[in-house]
């Protein structure tokens, strides 16, 4: 059947709709409602000022629970379809595919409602212009929440017969949504002790028993956690969070890798979707805790998030794909967590006589801790977690309690993999490719494993070949054998930054000049000299009602952090000092927020680290079997704003120009070298003394 071309106003339409021309699979789920949904295009927006009605812009994500919950509820149901149709332009946006609408219309909801989240509901005008908007809305009223027939049969009523109230809102909160991505521009350095008041502001909202920041529910933070570890007074924080993620819930304790958010304060029971973003993410706050401590236990979790991320999320042909659903498809719907939760029989059905162990060791329970209160016939379940560390389960249980306890788990979860498994919307984000590629390459310098280095160069190739633009710009997504989207400040500053530490890893030259160039591009289409921010989108923008300068850190660091950041970058490899000057002006239009934010500014923390940390660059020369006891004994040091560059030979690096090979390390700081050297243990001296 051929998707409609025309609208279906008043009726519950037949399916498939426009949606099932587009790739995104968050809008290809909703290719089958009776909703007449249109994605995002002028040619909406035109249809509305056509038939005189507000637009209903729905926004979410296609591994998102109560995306699928109020779709279920309003989206499926023909009634409500048919009023939607008749009353309003549907439109539909995938906010991962653009995250340039999302953060427009997701500021004017927080403004409305001093929240936000998924799904996102806003009321438009045919100009664009948000007038009311909210999250979820159930079908029918409870807990405070008016139905969403309610909702819509109100805003039909205002904009039939109130309409002036509608078009005053809607221009009063463009107006703030405008005002308020439109930084005040400031001039001065951030004051002395800066950095360590940041620690004492993240220590007001630290939890001191559980980890991480505020009450629940609780998520990761990784650029918070990556700021504290470059910080002597903050590290603890950041080591004990990570030691408490790895031990809860939010920790896939079978399978590997990071779920998206605990429920709770104690990382127990999670969300249960998984993200790209925070999986690449949290290895490389891993892999520098790991550096931090020699913990054996960082390493392992790194290993796992990573051949999690491998097994379950790497495409064919390089690509990583962006997410994985909370909720298990069962004939009577999707139940969260089903994929990932047990009964103490259904381990005992697989483990026979060692079943007690896994019991003991995940804290099984025939009470459970956890329901989906969606679906209460499957009952009270329990998420794996590992609250008693392994030495005392083995003073406990005997010394072959590790070993044991390992061959349980393998066997859980291969029986996992036989059970219904969640969702994966199999699209390819730039932006968050360019996050695992940087984690690989720093599991490959830092493990000193091969295999990681091999995935990353599969990924830039990837990328190379499939999303980058004869002009060097890149694309934002890729699914299906094609690319689209313009690419966003996003895309170009965090690939970047991956090929800056693949860079590191491997010693091509070819991967930091791509990084130039992304940089440059970053510097051509997304900086503005006279506001001193970078804006997350270019200059075309669209319908969109305005551009953002994004500051504070989301799932991901914000990006001026990012574009930031690689600017430092630029300048310690090829001695841009006007990107060090931009970098540093960034830093200076968002101080009065840097020093007032207890948490949420990790990634523009860690550039105010990196300009005030001394310019040192290690070069290691030779080929890589000589240098491979070198980069091994750097790889246990913790150097985040160190210029790290192995090469064959001497190139067209500062640090590179002139270095003879043979296996020899250079250490420099602030422009002087000292003696080179081929023995490890002196390399350890002098980097010892940075």
Same mark, same amino acid.
């Given at each position: 059947?051929?998707?409609?071309?025309?609208?279906?106003?008043?009726?519950?339409?037949?399916?498939?709709?426009?949606?099932?021309?587009?790739?995104?699979?968050?809008?290809?789920?909703?290719?089958?409602?009776?909703?007449?949904?249109?994605?995002?295009?002028?040619?909406?927006?035109?249809?509305?000022?056509?038939?005189?009605?507000?637009?209903?812009?729905?926004?979410?994500?296609?591994?998102?629970?109560?995306?699928?919950?109020?779709?279920?509820?309003?989206?499926?149901?023909?009634?409500?379809?048919?009023?939607?149709?008749?009353?309003?332009?549907?439109?539909?946006?995938?906010?991962?595919?653009?995250?340039?609408?999302?953060?427009?219309?997701?500021?004017?909801?927080?403004?409305?409602?001093?929240?936000?989240?998924?799904?996102?509901?806003?009321?438009?005008?045919?100009?664009?212009?948000?007038?009311?908007?909210?999250?979820?809305?159930?079908?029918?009223?409870?807990?405070?929440?008016?139905?969403?027939?309610?909702?819509?049969?109100?805003?039909?009523?205002?904009?039939?017969?109130?309409?002036?109230?509608?078009?005053?809102?809607?221009?009063?909160? &463009?107006?703030?949504?405008?005002?308020?991505?439109?930084? &005040?521009?400031?001039?001065?350095?951030?004051?002395?002790?800066?950095?360590?008041?940041?620690?004492?502001?993240?220590?007001?909202?630290?939890?001191?028993?559980?980890?991480?920041?505020?009450?629940?529910?609780?998520?990761?933070?990784?650029?918070?956690?990556?700021?504290?570890?470059?910080?002597?007074?903050?590290?603890?924080?950041?080591?004990?969070?990570?030691?408490?993620?790895?031990?809860?819930?939010?920790?896939?304790?079978?399978?590997?890798?990071?779920?998206?958010?605990?429920?709770?304060?104690?990382?127990?029971?999670?969300?249960?979707?998984?993200?790209?973003?925070?999986?690449?993410?949290?290895?490389?706050?891993?892999?520098?805790?790991?550096?931090?401590?020699?913990?054996?236990?960082?390493?392992?979790?790194?290993?796992?998030?990573?051949?999690?991320?491998?097994?379950?999320?790497?495409?064919?042909?390089?690509?990583?794909?962006?997410?994985?659903?909370?909720?298990?498809?069962?004939?009577?719907?999707?139940?969260?967590?089903? &994929?990932?939760?047990?009964?103490?029989?259904?381990?005992?059905?697989?483990?026979?006589?060692?079943?007690?162990?896994?019991?003991?060791?995940?804290?099984?329970?025939?009470?459970?801790?956890?329901?989906?209160?969606?679906?209460?016939?499957?009952?009270?379940?329990?998420?794996?977690?590992?609250?008693?560390?392994?030495?005392?389960?083995?003073?406990?249980?005997?010394?072959?309690?590790?070993?044991?306890?390992?061959?349980?788990?393998?066997?859980?979860?291969?029986?996992?993999?036989?059970?219904?498994?969640?969702?994966?919307?199999?699209?390819?984000?730039?932006?968050?490719?360019?996050?695992?590629?940087?984690?690989?390459?720093?599991?490959?310098?830092?493990?000193?494993?091969?295999?990681?280095?091999?995935?990353?160069?599969?990924?830039?190739?990837?990328?190379?070949?499939?999303?980058?633009?004869?002009?060097?710009?890149?694309?934002?997504?890729?699914?299906?054998?094609?690319?689209?989207?313009?690419?966003?400040?996003?895309?170009?500053?965090?690939?970047?930054?991956?090929?800056?530490?693949?860079?590191?890893?491997?010693?091509?030259?070819?991967?930091?000049?791509?990084?130039?160039?992304?940089?440059?591009?970053?510097?051509?289409?997304?900086?503005?000299?006279?506001?001193?921010?970078?804006?997350?989108?270019?200059?075309?923008?669209?319908?969109?009602?305005?551009?953002?300068?994004?500051?504070?850190?989301?799932?991901?660091?914000?990006?001026?952090?990012?574009?930031?950041?690689?600017?430092?970058?630029?300048?310690?490899?090829?001695?841009?000092?006007?990107?060090?000057?931009?970098?540093?002006?960034?830093?200076?239009?968002?101080?009065?927020?840097?020093?007032?934010?207890?948490?949420?500014?990790?990634?523009?923390?860690?550039?105010?680290?990196?300009?005030?940390?001394?310019? &040192?660059?290690?070069?290691?020369?030779?080929?890589?079997?000589?240098?491979?006891?070198?980069?091994?004994?750097?790889?246990?040091?913790?150097?985040?704003?160190?210029?790290?560059?192995?090469?064959?030979?001497?190139?067209?690096?500062?640090?590179?120009?002139?270095?003879?090979?043979?296996?020899?390390?250079?250490?420099?700081?602030?422009?002087?070298?000292?003696?080179?050297?081929?023995?490890?243990?002196?390399?350890?001296?002098?980097?010892?003394?940075?």
């Amino acid at each position: 059947m051929q998707p409609r071309a025309g609208p279906c106003v008043g009726l519950a339409c037949p399916m498939p709709n426009r949606l099932a021309q587009e790739s995104s699979p968050y809008l290809l789920q909703h290719q089958d409602n009776p909703v007449d949904w249109w994605p995002w295009s002028p040619e909406a927006f035109a249809e509305a000022r056509q038939r005189d009605v507000p637009v209903l812009l729905s926004v979410g994500y296609s591994t998102c629970h109560w995306c699928h919950v109020m779709a279920h509820e309003s989206f499926e149901n023909e009634r409500t379809a048919a009023f939607m149709n008749a009353h309003f332009v549907n439109i539909k946006v995938d906010r991962e595919e653009r995250p340039d609408v999302d953060a427009v219309y997701m500021a004017a909801t927080q403004a409305l409602t001093g929240q936000g989240g998924w799904p996102m509901t806003v009321f438009l005008t045919p100009d664009a212009e948000p007038f009311y908007a909210g999250t979820y809305f159930p079908p029918q009223e409870g807990m405070g929440m008016p139905s969403f027939m309610r909702v819509l049969a109100s805003i039909d009523d205002v904009w039939q017969n109130r309409r002036d109230q509608a078009l005053g809102n809607a221009q009063a909160l &463009t107006e703030h949504v405008r005002g308020a991505s439109q930084p &005040t521009r400031r001039e001065g350095e951030l004051p002395g002790g800066a950095l360590a008041r940041a620690v004492e502001n993240a220590a007001r909202l630290y939890d001191a028993q559980f980890g991480g920041f505020g009450r629940a529910p609780k998520f990761p933070a990784p650029s918070t956690l990556d700021f504290l570890l470059t910080q002597p007074q903050g590290r603890e924080m950041a080591l004990h969070t990570l030691r408490m993620m790895g031990a809860g819930g939010i920790y896939d304790q079978l399978g590997g890798g990071f779920h998206r958010y605990s429920v709770d304060a104690q990382w127990l029971v999670p969300h249960f979707e998984k993200m790209l973003y925070d999986n690449a993410q949290l290895v490389r706050t891993l892999l520098r805790a790991y550096q931090l401590t020699g913990e054996d236990d960082f390493a392992r979790l790194a290993r796992e998030t990573l051949a999690y991320l491998e097994r379950e999320m790497l495409a064919p042909d390089g690509g990583f794909y962006s997410a994985q659903d909370a909720d298990t498809p069962t004939e009577h719907g999707g139940v969260e967590g089903l &994929t990932f939760t047990w009964t103490p029989d259904e381990i005992r059905a697989v483990l026979g006589e060692d079943a007690d162990l896994a019991l003991r060791s995940f804290n099984v329970t025939a009470q459970g801790n956890f329901r989906d209160p969606h679906q209460p016939a499957y009952g009270s379940r329990n998420v794996l977690h590992t609250p008693t560390p392994l030495p005392a389960l083995a003073r406990e249980l005997g010394d072959d309690a590790a070993q044991r306890l390992q061959a349980a788990r393998a066997k859980l979860f291969a029986a996992r993999q036989v059970r219904p498994q969640p969702h994966t919307d199999d699209k390819v984000l730039t932006s968050w490719n360019g996050l695992v590629l940087a984690a690989l390459a720093d599991a490959a310098r830092i493990l000193g494993e091969e295999k990681y280095l091999d995935l990353a160069r599969r990924n830039a190739d990837f990328v190379h070949r499939e999303l980058r633009l004869p002009g060097g710009t890149l694309r934002h997504t890729f699914k299906d054998g094609r690319a689209s989207v313009e690419g966003l400040l996003e895309d170009h500053a965090l690939y970047g930054l991956g090929l800056v530490a693949l860079f590191q890893a491997g010693g091509d030259l070819a991967h930091l000049h791509w990084a130039r160039e992304l940089w440059n591009i970053v510097r051509r289409d997304f900086w503005d000299e006279g506001a001193g921010v970078f804006y997350s989108s270019g200059g075309h923008a669209e319908t969109l009602l305005t551009r953002q300068a994004s500051f504070f850190d989301s799932a991901i660091l914000s990006d001026n952090a990012a574009a930031a950041l690689l600017g430092v970058w630029m300048n310690r490899y090829f001695g841009d000092a006007e990107a060090e000057a931009i970098a540093r002006r960034t830093v200076q239009s968002f101080h009065a927020e840097l020093l007032a934010a207890p948490t949420g500014l990790g990634g523009l923390w860690q550039v105010a680290a990196f300009l005030e940390a001394p310019h &040192t660059e290690i070069a290691v020369i030779g080929t890589p079997a000589e240098r491979q006891p070198l980069e091994r004994e750097l790889a246990w040091h913790f150097l985040p704003f160190t210029a790290l560059a192995p090469a064959d030979e001497g190139g067209d690096l500062p640090v590179l120009e002139a270095r003879p090979g043979g296996g020899q390390a250079y250490v420099c700081v602030n422009h002087a070298c000292q003696l080179p050297t081929r023995d490890p243990a002196e390399l350890a001296r002098q980097v010892a003394a940075l």
